[in-house]
C-alpha cells in the first residue's frame, strides 16, 4: 500500500477559521516574514498574488484586487488593468517556473459556482500537465500534490520580486 502524506491539509480540516477576510487582512501586513507566512509573492498598486494554501496543484496561486469585493463588474478600469497586469505577469512567472503543459486560469464568482471566499473576487491560476488527473481523483477522491506551499513560495518569490520590481 502506498501512503499519500499532506499534513498541511489537517489545519485546513481541523484548524479555526481565520475572523475577517483574508484577502484584505494578508497584503496590509508588511515585511518578509509575514508575507512568507500569508504565502504573499507580490504586490502591484491595486492587486496583490499569493498561493493558495490548500492547492489543487504546485503552483496554484490567487491574483487579488487589493480593494474589497465581490462584483467584478464594480471594478474600475484602473483597477481591472492592474489586475490583469498582475495576472499576465503570473502567467509568466508560472510557466518559467514550473513548465506545465498547460494552466487553468479561473474565477469562480458565488457560492454556487465554487468560491470558497465568496467576498472577495479572486483569480485562480493552475498549472497542469499531461496526466497530472489520473485514477487518484477520480476513484478515491485523492489529489497528491508533490511540493510543500513553502517550497512553491520559495521558488517562485524570487522571480515574483524581479517581475514587479521589488
Not at 10 to 26: N, T
Not at 83 to 112: F, S, T
Request: net charge negative.
Amino acid at each position: 500500500m502506498e501512503l499519500l502524506w499532506a499534513p498541511w491539509r489537517m489545519e485546513f480540516i481541523k484548524g479555526e477559521r481565520p475572523k475577517g477576510c483574508i484577502f484584505c487582512d494578508f497584503p496590509s501586513q508588511s515585511g518578509e516574514e509575514a508575507d512568507r507566512k500569508n504565502l504573499v509573492l507580490g504586490r502591484s498598486e491595486r492587486s496583490f498574488v499569493m498561493l493558495n494554501k490548500f492547492p489543487y496543484n504546485s503552483g496554484h496561486l490567487m491574483v487579488i484586487p487589493r480593494r474589497h469585493t465581490a462584483d467584478f463588474t464594480s471594478l474600475s478600469r484602473e483597477e481591472s488593468e492592474d489586475l490583469h497586469r498582475l495576472l499576465q505577469g503570473a502567467v509568466k512567472v508560472v510557466a518559467d517556473c514550473y513548465r506545465p503543459d498547460g494552466l487553468n486560469l479561473g474565477m469562480n464568482l458565488g457560492a454556487a459556482a465554487g468560491a470558497g471566499i465568496v467576498d472577495h473576487l479572486h483569480y485562480h491560476l493552475v498549472p497542469r500537465w499531461g496526466g497530472d488527473t489520473n485514477f487518484l481523483p477520480v476513484l478515491a477522491e485523492t489529489k497528491v500534490i508533490v511540493e510543500h506551499v513553502q517550497a512553491a513560495y520559495d521558488r517562485l518569490r524570487p522571480p515574483f520580486d524581479r517581475e514587479l520590481g521589488g
